[in-house]
């Protein structure tokens, strides 16, 4: 009865299989498993999902060699040694560490006590990147990401996806990939991991969407602090700086304050000097400590992340989402109602003010969705002049023939700001709807070849030497703090806003930045149009102000 209860332990409970059975390598040498910490909060994702019933899925965004790839490897293990008829498939982003990932499988099985060793053709330890256990009729398979079709024609029960965030089709791979997997069988399992690549991306959007909720993935991050063996011995002379007290008390992890102890304030600083070349942004990029570190010091994003976040910790919640209508009454006067609707394209954080001046900019789209591509939107941004506060945001797809009205229905609404319009291609015939209707419009004047004759040109057109202006402008305001940015998705625009490879700048592959154009947009027209007044009248309204009928 005992044996038999034995048995059951080592094919349900992954721990106990892993430690009492499985050896594993460092310091040249061979020993006996104990779970370090990052592994017991993986396992315990796992065990959490399996006894809630569900088949396994976990997203891991990560600090680097956290034994990560050991414990995933060990579980599939345990799987396909103690099941028939199962396929566990492990990819790896290449070839080199697919080989790594390999022979901690082989040492799995060759530690493994001949009782307890399940058979394999030919009884030797297999040199390539799979192992069949020919009883068992299971096997493991070890690939790379380099093909795209990698596990699409197979019935895959387990999976573990390796450093995903710097695959270069991970979309397009993990679509065919994730079709192989039942939902149904509870006892299947996929794991994506990975030490973060930037802002944007697969692995991003998945790690946001398992944080949402919007998915059925378990994230589980794991920051450098957790490490037992990420510390070493204090100096005599050690003296924490300013910084380091600041960093001290900075982080939450599990529901907790962490508080980092001296030691491990002294390996953080020996390895930026020693292993990250003395870049401190290096560092959290390989060894962060929140998730959003993990992905704010990765990459090269254009703008300052930290200036960004202390932005988001100020910015204000909406008091408003809709869409606005105009009447126009006797006398020329103009009647702006605003009809709530959860799905509306306005958004507004502060109604207009008394005497305040503002600016305001668009971005503008085709207005159409198209199914085979995810086409661009329109925006607008609305700042008021002597706050440089976003008060209002407006983002949807409509065709460019309406949205002339919804940017003068705006304007008016906002005590006549002054506007621009990016004017490139399907933008002309919105500046040129306006010239008609709306008096205060951006006019950039047009020198001929001798500097005599002038031309007067409605619009904002962008070129590869205004482009770099607007977004420094916008660079700037975020730098020192002069700018309150309230829409919490024009944040994120400017999080992932990036400088490629090349030298140009722009949103990540597959993502947007119309939200960040509108707004780098406003910024210079305030630049272009803002005299600040003598009078300080000017006074905040009441945000607790909930009606919705407003007359300019």
């Keep these: ?6 048995v059951e332990r080592l094919k349900s409970d992954s721990k106990y299989f892993c430690e009492t059975l499985l050896k594993i390598v460092y310091d040249g040498s061979v020993h006996d498993w104990k779970f370090l910490p990052s592994q017991e909060y993986i396992n315990r994702a796992k065990e959490k999902q399996e006894k809630a019933g569900k088949p396994v899925r976990l997203i891991i965004p990560k600090s680097r060699r956290e034994g990560v790839s050991t414990y995933i490897e060990g ?8 099941r028939s008829h199962r396929l566990g498939m492990i990819i790896s982003h290449e070839q080199e560490s697919a080989e790594e990932i390999a022979e901690i499988t082989r040492r799995f099985w060759e530690f493994l006590p001949p009782d307890k060793r399940p058979s394999i053709p030919g009884a030797k330890l297999p040199s390539g990147k799979s192992m069949l256990f020919d009883k068992l009729k299971s096997k493991l398979l070890i690939e790379t990401a380099m093909d795209l079709n990698t596990g699409r ?7 573990h996806v390796s450093e995903i965030a710097f695959w270069r089709n991970a979309e397009t791979l993990m679509l065919g990939l994730l079709q192989c997997i039942s939902d149904k069988d509870l006892d299947t399992i996929i794991v994506i991991e990975s030490t973060a690549n930037g802002v944007g991306g697969y692995f991003y959007d998945m790690v946001y969407a398992a944080i949402a909720g919007e998915n059925d993935y378990e994230m589980v991050f794991l920051p450098w602090f957790i490490d037992p063996r990420y510390q070493m011995p204090i100096d005599v002379n050690f003296k924490a700086t ?7 008390n900075l982080y939450v992890f599990d529901g907790k304050k962490i508080t980092l102890t001296n030691e491990q304030l002294m390996w953080r600083r020996h390895t930026i000097k020693n292993k990250c070349n003395g870049d401190k942004i290096k560092f959290r990029q390989e060894y962060p400590g929140s998730i959003d570190e993990a992905f704010i010091y990765s990459g090269r994003t254009r703008f300052n992340q930290e200036s960004l976040a202390e932005i988001q910790s100020k910015a204000r919640k909406e008091i408003f989402r809709g869409f606005i209508h105009e009447e126009m009454l006797l006398g020329g006067k103009r009647k702006h109602t605003l009809e709530a609707n959860e799905r509306g394209y306005l958004t507004i954080y502060e109604r207009p003010v008394h005497r305040a001046q503002y600016v305001l900019f668009a971005d503008v789209s085709e207005g159409i969705e198209v199914k085979e591509r995810d086409t661009d939107y329109s925006a607008i941004d609305v700042l008021r002049c002597d706050t440089l506060e976003q008060v209002a945001h407006w983002h949807g797809r409509i065709g460019p023939e309406l949205l002339d009205n919804e940017i003068t229905k705006l304007a008016w609404y906002y005590n006549e700001a002054f506007v621009g319009v990016e004017k490139n291609n399907i933008g002309y015939g919105v500046v040129a709807a306006l010239k008609d209707t709306y008096g205060r419009l951006y006019i950039n004047l047009v020198h001929d070849k001798n500097g005599k004759e002038i031309t007067k040109e409605f619009g904002w057109r ?6 770099p202006l607007m977004i420094n402008g916008l660079a700037e305001a975020i730098n020192d703090g002069s ?4 829409n919490l998705a024009s944040i994120e625009e400017c999080r992932r806003y990036t400088i490629h490879p090349d030298g140009s700048l722009g949103a990540p592959s597959g993502q947007h930045d119309d939200r960040c154009i509108s707004l780098s947009g406003a910024v210079q027209m305030y630049l272009h ?10 006074e905040r309204p009441d945000e607790d102000d909930d009606e919705e009928d407003e007359e300019n």
């Design 529 to 538: 149009s803002y005299h600040a007044p003598e009078s300080k009248d000017i």
């Design 462 to 467: 962008t070129t590869v030497k205004t482009k």
């Design 153 to 159: 024609s197979m019935a895959i029960d387990y999976v």
């Design 242 to 248: 300013e910084e380091e007290e600041h960093l001290r």
């Design 75 to 82: 579980v599939m293990f345990q799987k396909v040694t103690t």
């Design 1 to 6: 009865m005992e044996l038999k209860e034995t």
């Design 483 to 486: 700018i309150l940015i309230n």
